[in-house]
Structure formats: structure tokens, C-alpha cells
């Protein structure tokens, strides 16, 4: 089965074959490092539900998340770097039809019209045809960076569940304690 190796930051598909030829997370980590400009050691890899990817059970997921650690917790600044951004497409300016004809009275003035406009014409589908690859290539890296997004917040939901209940357990004596505290700093 072909597992997918989604890169959160960029968008970035990889496609894995045969997961079996790693037998440790560091190989599958290390093959990514490769791939993309994140070294080993600051990778990330989730599965969908938001757990992290054990080597053994990798063979059995269709998609893996990743993420590089220096983009969360870089220091302001640094992981602007990290991050590309693609520049917005200049505006594009339809160029004006060919429309002069040296002779409206002969028939090969009219033929040689009709081939520029042709060629003109072809050349817009041509552009449109390049915009429209463009423009689906982008939709297909946000569908990335969304399903990562997705999988990094049921990763934070597993450890917010994790810890809820000592919170809970914490607040029965935070309470009384901060209105001790209180009492104590006004009686002074």
C-alpha cells in the first residue's frame, strides 16, 4: 500500500511505496529529511487521529502528517525563513485581438486575419491552461497544509483529554487557596 507523507508548512506530497524498507522511525525520518528541507531531528510525524507514528503500524496508514518543529517553536523572526511563500500571480492583461486587415476586398488579407486570431486565441487557452495547473497545484498544497491542521488539532485535543481531569482535580484547591492568600495579604 502507498502511504502518503503530507508536509504541513509547504504543502508538499511524497509518496512512499513501500514502508516497509524502514525499520525504525529515525529511517523513515531520515528518507523525509531527504526529501525535504527538514533535518531529521526537528520532524514531526502524526497519524490522522492525531498519534504519534510508530514504525510498526506505519505499513498501515494511507497518510502521514509532518511537521517541522523549527516553524512552532522558532524565536520571532527566524521561521519566516522556513516558511515559502509562493508570490501571488501578477494580474493577468489579455493581450488586444489582431483586428487590422490591409484589404477588407481581398480574400487572402481575410485568411492571414484569421490565422493571427487563431494563433491569438490559442495562446490565451494556452495561458488559461498553465493559470488553471497553477492555480490547482495551490488548491492541492492548501488541502495538504488543512489536512495537517487537521491532524495537529486532534493531536492537541489527545493531550488536552489527557490532562483535563488533574485541571479539574487542580481547581477544587486553587480556589480556596488563592482566597487564603487573599485574607492573609490584607491582614498585614
Not at 491552461?129 to 488539532?153: G, P, Q
Request: proline share 4%.
Amino acid at each position: 500500500m502507498t502511504t502518503q507523507v503530507l508536509i504541513a508548512h509547504t504543502g508538499q506530497r511524497l509518496q512512499v511505496v513501500d514502508t516497509t524498507q524502514f525499520s525504525s522511525l529515525d529511517e523513515f525520518k531520515s528518507w523525509v529529511a531527504r526529501q525535504t528541507s527538514i533535518p531529521a531531528h526537528q520532524l514531526v510525524a502524526l497519524t490522522g487521529q492525531g498519534k504519534t507514528v510508530k514504525v510498526a503500524r506505519l505499513h498501515q496508514e494511507g497518510e502521514v502528517y509532518v511537521y517541522d518543529l523549527r516553524v512552532t517553536s522558532a524565536t520571532p523572526g527566524s521561521a519566516e525563513s522556513l516558511v515559502s511563500e509562493v508570490p501571488a500571480p501578477k494580474r493577468y492583461a489579455v493581450p488586444k485581438a489582431p483586428d487590422y486587415i490591409d484589404n477588407s476586398h481581398d480574400m487572402a488579407a481575410w485568411q492571414t486575419l484569421c490565422r493571427e486570431r487563431q494563433t491569438w486565441a490559442l495562446g490565451l487557452a494556452a495561458d488559461a491552461a498553465r493559470m488553471e495547473e497553477t492555480t490547482r497545484e495551490r488548491y492541492s498544497e492548501m488541502d495538504v497544509m488543512i489536512k495537517c491542521l487537521d491532524a495537529a488539532v486532534a493531536n492537541l485535543e489527545l493531550s488536552i483529554k489527557k490532562i483535563e481531569p488533574q485541571y479539574a482535580e487542580l481547581k477544587k484547591y486553587v480556589k480556596p487557596a488563592l482566597e487564603e492568600h487573599t485574607q492573609l495579604a490584607v491582614r498585614k
